[in-house]
């Protein structure tokens, strides 16, 4: 007889499938806040942001609209366009940034070393700044995130042949951007 995994809705009353959630999908999440954020003690706490996110909105998820990676993808880039918000108000407001929780000597320098191994990442991100949003976000989502287009889609709310109009844009949009070769900007076609 076959276990069955737990769903999204059970994790926020059952700690093991929060756990086992946690676990499946903590790379995948670092790696994400590594490519969009270059400060370990950011990506630190935003790795715990957006698992607190998916506790609290868990039974929002609907799996005919997507995957649970896609839905998490969006639950992480709703929190990093959080983040970024706060940050500038913050800035507005002429104010530093303090309350940082510490880290162990090793968990800074596996940050660094992610953050080290996501820089070309970073690099490709920086690229697509002139891009629109609309077409910058799913690009970052097929190309840097290695998300399959419907899983992009999903995770951005769109539907999956405007996902592909989009791309398509984008891609021919970047090709004629300075310093960006073909291969970064065909890649994820799969």
């Known amino acids: 007889m076959r276990l069955r995994q737990p769903g999204l809705a059970e994790i926020a009353d059952d700690p093991d499938a929060?756990?086992?959630?946690?676990r499946?999908?903590?790379?995948?999440m670092t790696r994400?806040?590594?490519r969009r954020v270059d400060d370990p003690?950011?990506?630190?706490?935003?790795?715990?942001e957006v698992f607190l996110a998916v506790l609290d909105s868990a039974h929002t998820y609907r799996p005919g609209r997507g995957s649970e990676v896609?839905?998490?993808?969006?639950?992480?880039?709703n929190t990093v366009l959080a983040e970024r918000r706060r940050a500038a108000r913050e800035l507005r407001a002429g104010s530093r940034i303090a309350?940082?929780?510490?880290?162990?000597?090793d968990d800074l320098a596996r940050l660094e070393d992610r953050i080290d191994a996501e820089?070309?990442?970073?690099?490709?991100?920086?690229a697509m700044t002139g891009l629109p949003e609309s077409e910058r976000a799913l690009l970052e989502l097929v190309v840097v995130d290695q998300l399959t287009v419907p899983e992009a889609?999903?995770?951005?709310?769109?539907?999956?042949g405007t996902a592909r109009v989009r791309l398509h844009r984008a891609r021919r949009s970047l090709l004629r951007v300075p310093g960006v070769v073909p291969p970064l900007v065909m890649e994820g076609l799969k």
């Open 153 to 160: 889609a999903a995770a951005l709310g769109i539907r999956q």
């Open 41 to 48: 003690h950011t990506v630190a706490d935003l790795v715990a």
């Open 32 to 34: 994400f806040l590594a």
């Open 119 to 126: 820089s070309p990442a970073r690099r490709a991100l920086q």
């Open 70 to 77: 896609a839905w998490l993808y969006g639950v992480a880039r």
């Open 99 to 105: 309350g940082r929780r510490l880290l162990e000597g």
């Open 24 to 28: 499946r999908h903590f790379d995948q």
């Open 18 to 22: 929060f756990e086992a959630f946690y």
